[in-house]
DNA sequence: GACGAATTAGACAAGAGTGTCTAAATTTAT
DNA sequence: ATAAATTTAGACACTCTTGTCTAATTCGTC
């Protein structure tokens, strides 16, 4: 037993570099190549270490791919939520602050590197694997639906918005926000800055345009007024 | 040179009946699989044919991948057109026909087999084939959008909607049919006649509270009135 | 500098998949 | 019925991948 500062929680430091450059690489080459057609030598050499290597911290190809998975939904759910808190709960300006919120939330959750890997696996792999793929079902959308939609009931609730249920309106707002980057996500791409502000803009004109209060409660700027351009 | 019935565009009969089942059971076993776990054996076993009648018919693999992928969007559009015949330019009730028109989309040209797989194929092969899938861009989305924008269009100049630009608007039609069965979709899942009916439902009510006209042009009939239940 | 743990390169066996070939069997049309 | 075309089963060579093993090397720590 060692008396050390680190008992057993703390491997060598370059240990843990490999284990994460093996996950980022990991990553890269499943979501690429899908689970069948990436390679162990592959994920090696991008990761920038031996096959042994990636045996010696994952076992086999299998249980580093659930790994994967497991730490993507962790890191996208993170990133969800942190976009959450970020929710206009008091708006100065209901429609600037909600197109903020729907840039912030694409930008940094479905349009980023780990949004994009979870998306392009689950939708790869996910009926290979029922349990692990339910799993994410429960963790993630289970868990950051219910609470985009919570905020939205408030906003509802403090009159800025007219809203009769709030989780059917939180899903179509976010299906607004991403209506024009479908396409886009659809060959794996990322979409540029613009595109995402340019959908969220028009996303969240409509979304306004079906829950707003015609007269806004604390402020007498009227929004649908900017229709054009 | 035969003087036949027959010259050369009708091979024998079971020949194409053979053609027939190679593909379905290799867009299945593709979709199911992706490119790189397909097997061409898995895909003989299930179609009720001998291994050497594919090499026979499609040359290789790859060769059999993009006839597949060309034959689904060639179906895919086809229901797509189809579909888009039924779109309601003279409206009963703008609410019930509107709410007709896109679960007759999703259940013909997104929920179907056909669209299923193409989708999926889109999705996980997409980056490997650039050119084969900006094909299928410009045949599928570039020329089924305008269509879709065109009859919006028409409804609006008709005096059933107030829409500032149609293109937006069709996007976003589909995209708020869809909101509900998004995550279904992210794991392969095919949704029920209900909640296609439910998401198809909400989304047009909500497309209605935003594009609708206050008064209706033609009908005196309250939509938005039926919030309830 | 010396020790122990981790990493590395390389060889290796085992298995699976592709695409070809052949000879027999089956279908289709005449 | 007969002839041509197609399909079939099976064997085959070839390649690629997985996962293991070993011996040498590097790294972090004392």
Redesign the pocket.
């Known amino acids: 037993m060692?008396t050390?500062?680190?008992p057993d929680t703390t491997?060598?430091?370059?240990?843990e570099a490999?284990?994460v450059s093996i996950m980022d690489a990991a990553g890269e080459v499943f979501c690429r190549e899908s689970f069948a057609g990436?390679?162990?030598?592959?994920i090696?050499a991008e990761a920038?270490?031996?096959?042994?290597?990636i045996?010696?911290?994952h076992?086999?190809?299998?249980k580093l791919f659930v790994a994967i998975v497991r730490d993507l939904t962790e890191r996208c759910n993170a990133g969800i939520f942190a976009t959450i808190s970020t929710f206009p709960d008091q708006p100065k300006d209901l429609e600037v602050d909600l197109i903020a919120f729907a840039v912030h939330m694409n930008r940094n959750c479905i349009c980023n590197r780990e949004g994009k890997f979870l998306r392009k696996l689950i939708q790869t792999e996910g009926e290979r694997y029922p349990e692990l793929f339910a799993e994410w079902r429960e963790q993630g959308p289970g868990r950051t639906w219910p609470a985009i939609a919570a905020r939205f009931a408030r906003l509802a609730h403090a009159g800025f918005l007219d809203i009769d249920d709030p989780d059917v309106a939180a899903r179509q707002f976010l299906a607004l926000a991403n209506a024009e980057l479908q396409t886009t996500f659809m060959l794996g791409g990322t979409p540029s800055d613009d595109e995402v502000l340019q959908s969220a803009t028009h996303g969240v004109r409509t979304f306004l345009r079906a829950f707003g209060k015609r007269q806004p409660a604390a402020d007498a700027q009227k929004h649908s007024a900017l229709a054009g351009a």
């Open positions: 060692k050390n500062v680190s491997p060598p430091r370059g240990h490999k284990r990436a390679n162990i030598d592959m090696a920038g270490v031996s096959r042994q290597t045996y010696n911290h076992g086999d190809k299998e």
